[in-house]
C-alpha cells in the first residue's frame, strides 16, 4: 500500500510527525557573524539550531512573565494577611537557620 502524500513529496508521517513551519526573517549582518561564529565553535549546529534555540528562549521567559503577572494579579486582589506574612518570615528564617554555612 503507498503512503499518502502532503504537497507533492512531502510524506504524510513526515507532515505529521515533524509539525513545523519555515519562516523567513532578515537579521543584521553583525547579528549573522556572531551566529555563524558560535556554530564554527560548536555551540550550535546549523543556524537554524540556533535561532530555534533562541526563540525556546524568549518564548519561555515569556510565558514566566505571564506566570509571575499572574501572581502578582493574584496578590493585588487578595493581599497577603499579617498573619501569611508572619508565616512567611518564619519560614525563611528555618530555612536559612538549616543551611549548613
Known sequence: MKRARISGDIPYWYARDV???QIAVRIPT????ELDALIAVGTYESRADAVRAGLEAVTALERR????QSILDGYARTPPTSSDQ???VASLRDAIAEEPW
Do not use: I
Open 19 to 21: 509539525a513545523s513551519r
Open 65 to 68: 512573565r505571564q506566570t509571575d
Open 86 to 88: 508572619d508565616s512567611a
Open 30 to 33: 553583525e547579528l549573522v557573524d
